[in-house]
């Protein structure tokens, strides 16, 4: 009886010390300061697109992630498949609820080590989060894609991985500047339609992987784009003149019923007569993107970079002129 | 207390004749204005050429013929719709506070349009007003049953709290369909703030008869209003079928409220400030109050809309946004009137 108590007290001991003495160290996030562990053995991402996917290409271990749901009620990660070919269904990401709607037993339930969420993670779910553990809010809109990168290669130890990546990345960037001269010469514009064609959003930056590709480029705008003082805005139909450039990108995919001709179609819905309007339309250089090249993952970045070089290094185009 | 002079009739139908004309001045106005500005400033002569002689190559004038136009035509619609809705539900249910938003046939109505978009895949333009139509119905009637429960009965005040829970449940039951369909909610999402902005005007081909046949009947059941304004006994004394005519009402108010969904979304506050604002001129007469209700409701909303189109270019706001932030102050400032 005595030896069972020891041998229980032992075991018990064992794993309070193996809990315990995992090393932290103090990390500053846009909520406050947290001692987080060196290396995060169990992290649950309140957000898909923008924490979980850039965390597991990283190779952090994701042990949940909030997600979303599809028309027949299936949990699944915004462009996880179309991204990295990951969903909850082939990978131990287990699902934890939708981005403003967490299941916060069922995080409890994983026991992770550290939960990191967003500006659009609600504060006082985040503050129940807390007791469970370290709970870090990363503002991904004021830091942009790269410093977000590299605050949760950071995060999770594997800033070594992003590094090599993202030097790669830099050095590709080199590459299609090389192939097409004088990158500030050429002006581009991102612009995002839903099929329902009644709005369409036009981003000066804080578009995902596309918007650092273009900024990395150093492409230019049209100067009422640039003059935008947020990073984006719905635009006015009537305006649409205002959007002419060399290139105007726009996407599909982000939605099962977002198909190409869906988003063409909602384009010439909402402004009837859209790409006899644009020489960039009229001229071929009216140009939608997949989905996850405005995704937040370093695999986003290189597809958008081949992307673009494709469309503007390796085809002929006609310049817009004013 | 003054004696009433037979003269006094006379003189209010004589003020009241005598808006008429400076309102449908101040519709049309409103109605060219819109025509005629916008994000893009355009000449005079453009918008008088696109109108006469419309040349689609020419994208100045797409912007008048097929933006600007569309908006007017549905913004002068929904906003006499609901308005003269507003009216009608106000004099029937004797509640200063009632409107189709209130008693929950606007979330009933937008309620039934997510269902079917969202849950059974109804695409179908033509199936819109009647979808809508059901949900709108099902509301009243549940906010109806639920006021008849309260002790008391169906009184303003147990009226309105009714349309207000049956409004936040069906509101509710939205966002939950929004959380287990994101995907395909994104296409609802704007449409749901209250928007005429990239609206299927062919929608109106649909909606058009029976709108037009409820503002007809609403304009010659408004008489009865009146009296019906004064209390049940009062108008069984007079001879009126109460019920029936609560009947009649209640389907035109459902077919406008339903209607005007279907275009433009769940458009608030419209059908409770106008009626009041009306009133301010014309009194208590409901065969006053029911058109002109529908002439200065088109002309608000004309405008609310102009506003949504201009206030900070090159952005658009979403029509609602601007009809909220308008109607909400006031409705306070009607309560705490009402309360005092």
Known sequence: ?????????????????????????????????????????????????????????????????????????????????????????????????????????????????????????????????????????????????????????????????????????????????????????????????????????????????????????????????????????????ELIQQLDADFVFGFYRQQPDATPEAIFAAYEKFAPGWCQVLTACRNGQFILLPGPAFGSTMTGLELALELVESHVAARAYTPFEE | MSEITASEPVRHRIRAWSGVLPLLAMLAGAFLFHIAVGAKPLPVTTVFDALISFDPTNFDHVIVQNLRLPRAVLALVVGAALSLAGALMQGVTRNPLADPGLLGLTTGAAFAVVLAQTVFGVAALAAMPWIAMSGALGAAVIVFFISRLVPGGATPLSMTLAGAAVSAFLGTIISIIHLLNQDTFENLRVWLTGSLAGRDITLLWYTGPWMLIAFVAGVLLAPRVTVLAMGDEVAQGLGVKTGWLKAQLLAVVVVLTACSVALAGPLGFIGLVIPHVVRLYVGSDYRWIVPYSALVGAAYLISVDIVARIAIPPREISTGIITALVGAPLFVHLVRRRAR
Do not use: H
């Open chain 1, 1 to 237: 009886m005595l030896k069972k108590l020891v041998l229980a007290c032992a075991l018990g001991l064992a794993f309070a010390t193996s809990t315990f003495a995992q090393e932290t160290r103090a990390f500053t996030a846009a909520n406050g300061t947290f001692d987080i562990p060196v290396v995060p053995q169990r992290i649950v991402a309140l957000n898909d697109q923008i924490i979980a996917l850039p965390l597991y290409e990283l190779g952090a271990p994701v042990v949940g992630s909030a997600g979303r749901t599809d028309a027949d009620g299936n949990f699944f990660m915004r462009g996880g498949m179309d991204t990295l070919g990951i969903d909850y269904a082939n990978t131990d990401i287990e699902y934890v609820g939708a981005f403003n709607a967490l299941d916060i037993e069922t995080i409890a339930a994983l026991q992770p080590d550290l939960i990191i969420g967003g500006t659009y993670t609600d504060p006082a779910v985040v503050e129940q989060l807390q007791t469970i553990a370290p709970t870090l809010v990363i503002d991904n809109g004021s830091l942009g894609l790269i410093k977000t990168l590299e605050t949760l290669a950071n995060l999770s130890g594997k800033a070594g991985n992003f590094e090599a990546r993202y030097q790669r990345y830099l050095d590709n960037v080199e590459r299609t500047k090389s192939y097409i001269g004088d990158p500030s010469s050429i002006s581009a514009t991102m612009t995002f339609m839903f099929p329902a064609g009644e709005e369409l959003w036009v981003y000066r930056t804080s578009l995902g992987a596309i918007s650092q590709v273009l900024s990395d480029l150093d492409f230019a705008q049209p100067a009422a784009v640039a003059a935008l003082g947020e990073n984006q805005a719905s635009w006015s139909a």
